[in-house]
């Protein structure tokens, strides 16, 4: 049925699509009922009709809306009775003379089989032009003897309803999908009865008579169904054998960002386009849980200030160049635990924003082409504090809900070289942050986030660089995210202990205006020497649907981390210039997938050095 419903729709999808539902489930129903008489058979006749059985089960099984056809119920028999809305009674003797009584029924159990299943091979008799069609009137002989044998055996049982709603023609597509239907049913009987007349009720000699005339007469329309169906079924079971997963799912981002830097003439970089890419597979395995494996590339690398690739001056779309080269940049599991509380593991490229609220609305997009600018107005530096594989739990917090709201408890644990074996490496020897989070919704328009970030840092490891290592035995320094060359490296080669305190806060004045910020204070503790206070602070205000719909203006201000004191560490006093950072961006929603946001970041002594930089960007990003 399923074959005869598929090629239906190709034809006239828009009537087919109600008759041959609703004929398929009421011969299902048919199959299924408790009476004695109508068993499902244990054995087929032939595999062809097994197949077509299988296909019949699917179809019922289906969770289509049916349209609505009536069935109305006919005093004078015990059975349902389908209304195709006849006005006029037509005898059913205008067809070829009885066959005899004693005639064996193999013969027409092959020709239903032949024709239940036809269209597996090319048939001269298809169908090819569409005036060549007819619709079936209620005053045809074929309507009225259908309706005689949906009464006589419960080819159809009508939609839940009862009802039947219209007196219209059938095409001769629709016809021929109730004509299977009926066809589907008596062969059953047949093959119950081994060959002969199945008993009680036998099927009535006449019966068998129109039936034979009906195959004869639509002959050609069951060929071209079946035909069609085949292409269709092997269509789809390509499609089964060759996709990826029934489970995963593709997320893309794509950004083309134009840039660059506007100072003095001690400027070194130039006006570049480049792009950045991301491919998430996401899969879920019991539709409440989430595995991540993400794949990107990109060939934009962070101006230079004064020489050096300075993290002040990094762009979303600036992390994770590596000319092209594509990589596995992040490969992490989220899954549900008892209650609202929920589990997160990460195997590379974990960050603390992947499971921890950063209260930053229309500014954070994980770094994505859709928020701010820049890495420091997406997020709290804080959340850049470690980096790597490791585990969290977001805990749902129950016990003060009544005061502070629906709130949450967050754990977690990230190492930058987990995957290293090596000395002063691995997941719990090497450089890691552990975070602790308590977050409160004190109302549907005010949050309030406060965090606690334990960290350790190898030599030469930036503390604001998502745990990325440096290399000690070159001196080299790894490059931070977020802050300033002194903020990052304030052990100077030596390993850092850090213990940042931070706090952020986001607030829905209106539905078309919120306002956010955060502030953080960070105690690093250079082993052997001394210590030092680095803080960072900073504020912004966010226009939603500003001029269009999916659109966002946005304005963010505040510092960078800098050192602000240092204690026995035998350095260079801290700068004496806060490293400012104003940025604007409007993000303009051309079409459901594209936008384009052009934008502008001041910055004021981005090295604690007196000196200003202005860059220029116009963002474009793709997202499928």
Not at 383 to 406: D, N, T
Not at 520 to 542: F, H
Request: aromatic share 10%.
């Amino acid at each position: 049925m399923s074959k005869l419903l598929w090629k239906s729709l190709l034809v006239n999808p828009i009537g087919i699509l109600g008759a041959t539902l609703m004929l398929s489930s009421a011969a299902i129903a048919a199959e299924n009922t408790t009476s004695a008489e109508i068993v499902q058979p244990q054995t087929t006749a032939t595999q062809e009709i097994a197949a077509a059985e299988t296909i019949q089960d699917s179809v019922s099984a289906s969770s289509i809306e049916l349209p609505e056809l009536a069935v109305t119920e006919d005093s004078s028999s015990p059975a349902t009775e389908l209304n195709f809305a006849v006005t006029e009674e037509k005898p059913v003797a205008q067809v070829p003379p009885a066959i005899n009584s004693g005639e064996n029924y193999q013969d027409l159990l092959d020709q239903l089989d032949r024709y239940g299943n036809e269209g597996r091979g090319n048939s001269i008799d298809q169908i090819t032009n569409v005036n060549q069609l007819r619709d079936v009137s209620p005053s045809d002989w074929a309507y009225e003897a259908l309706r005689n044998l949906v009464n006589n055996y419960g080819c159809i049982q009508g939609y839940p309803d009862g009802t039947y709603r219209g007196n219209r023609a059938l095409t001769r597509y629709e016809f021929a999908a109730g004509l299977n239907a009926c066809l589907e049913v008596l062969a059953a009987r047949i093959r119950e009865s081994g060959g002969g007349v199945v008993t009680p009720p036998p099927i009535d000699e006449e019966d068998l008579i129109v039936l034979r005339r009906l195959i004869q007469e639509f002959e050609a329309e069951l060929a071209t169904l079946g035909t069609r169906v085949d292409d269709l079924e092997a269509r789809v079971a390509f499609l089964e054998d060759n996709q990826f997963s029934t489970t995963t799912k593709l997320n893309g981002e794509v950004i083309f960002a134009l840039t660059d830097t506007f100072y003095d003439d001690r400027s070194s970089n130039n006006t570049v386009l480049g792009d950045r890419v991301r491919l998430d597979f996401v899969t879920s395995f019991t539709g409440r849980d989430e595995l991540h494996t993400r794949l990107a590339t990109g060939n934009l690398n962070t101006f230079n200030v004064e020489g050096t690739n300075s993290a002040t001056a990094t762009q979303t779309f600036n992390l994770g160049a590596n000319g092209n080269d594509v990589v596995v940049d992040w490969a992490a599991y989220y899954f549900p635990l008892f209650g609202d509380s929920q589990g997160y593991l990460a195997a590379a490229g974990g960050i603390h924003s992947d499971y921890a609220p950063t209260l930053n609305p229309y500014f954070e997009d994980f770094d994505g082409g859709d928020g701010a600018l820049s890495t420091f107005a997406s997020e709290n530096p804080i959340y850049r504090i470690g980096g790597g594989a490791g585990a969290a739990i977001s805990f749902a917090f129950s016990p003060l809900e009544s005061i502070l709201g629906p709130s949450t408890v967050t754990i977690g644990y990230l190492a930058g070289t987990a995957d290293n074996p090596g000395e002063d490496t691995g997941l719990f020897n090497g450089s890691f942050a552990a975070l602790g989070q308590i977050n409160f919704n004190l109302s549907d328009r005010f949050g309030l986030g406060l965090t606690y970030v334990h960290g350790y840092h190898n030599a030469f490891s930036a503390i604001f660089g998502a745990g990325a290592p440096g290399d000690a035995s070159r001196f080299s320094y790894s490059s931070g995210i977020v802050g300033t060359p002194a903020a990052n490296n304030i052990g100077n080669g030596r390993p850092v202990v850090t213990n940042s305190y931070g706090a952020e806060v986001a607030f829905r004045l209106s539905d078309r205006i919120s306002i956010s910020g955060f502030a953080t204070y960070t105690d690093a503790i250079v082993i052997g020497r001394g210590d030092g206070e680095i803080w960072t602070y900073g504020g912004g205000i966010a226009f939603p649907d500003f001029i269009k719909e999916g659109s966002v203006l946005g304005i963010f201000a505040g510092v960078q981390p800098y050192v602000h004191e240092l204690d026995g560490l035998g350095l260079d006093d801290a700068g004496d210039e806060l490293p400012l950072h104003i940025e604007g961006f409007y993000k303009y929603q051309l079409t459901d997938n594209i936008s384009l946001t052009p934008g502008v970041i001041w910055q004021r002594a981005p090295n604690e050095e007196e000196r200003d930089v202005l860059i220029g960007t116009i963002r474009t990003t793709f997202n499928f």
